[in-house]
């Protein structure tokens, strides 16, 4: 079944939700009107929940680091900082980010079994997502202007859910049109060139 830019966007927005596959997923504004109407009470309560798994983690890791948990926008954001020297929490990330996504899903079926309820927080472990956000940001930047240029679509390698919502986002801002292929692990971004 082929979907619409704008429901392909939704789909990698939402994609890291862990609905159900039977479950319709929601366009773009439906994911962001339903953040913006879940109780501060209850992004407090995820928070907490995920807190309390990575900090047992930790634990039992043997790993040493400092848990911050903030609300933006309807959403929670979870990050793990280094109490020693930098570096000392690499291995959470693991490479390209594979076990920060890993860590990811496991602290939200551990916030779903304590509260009841799914989440959508962001874990980034010392900085890692705005390092690769600016990262793709300048990716983005040469692959707009590639194809601007050649009038050609190009293919972008495999990213995450939350790392090809980010360059989708990039490209709608630029004008262009972008939409995501292949299954799993390949999933992949596409950038068109504007339409009309």
């Not at 291995?91 to 899903?105: C, I, P, W």
């Amino acid at each position: 079944m082929t979907q619409s830019p704008e429901q392909d966007h939704a789909s990698d927005a939402v994609e890291d939700v862990a609905a159900a596959p039977e479950q319709q997923q929601p366009e773009q504004g439906n994911a962001e009107q339903e953040t913006a109407t879940i109780p501060a009470s209850r992004l407090d309560e995820e928070g907490d929940a995920a807190a309390d798994y990575l900090e047992e983690l930790l634990d039992i890791a043997d790993l040493d680091g400092d848990i911050d948990i903030e609300v933006k926008a309807g959403r929670v954001y979870v990050s793990l900082q280094s109490e020693d020297e930098p570096g000392s929490l690499d291995q959470l990330v693991g490479q390209d980010g594979s076990t920060l996504e890993a860590l990811q899903e496991l602290a939200r079926l551990a916030v779903l079994a304590s509260t009841g309820q799914r989440s959508r927080f962001i874990l980034d472990v010392d900085g890692y997502r705005a390092r690769r956000g600016a990262e793709l940001g300048d990716l983005a930047a040469a692959v707009i202007e590639s194809v601007k240029a050649s009038g050609e679509p190009e293919h972008l390698r495999a990213m995450s859910a939350y790392e090809r919502k980010l360059v989708h986002d990039l490209v709608a801002e630029a004008g262009l049109v972008s939409d995501s292929e292949g299954e799993g692990p390949r999933r992949h971004v596409v950038v068109h060139p504007a339409e009309g």
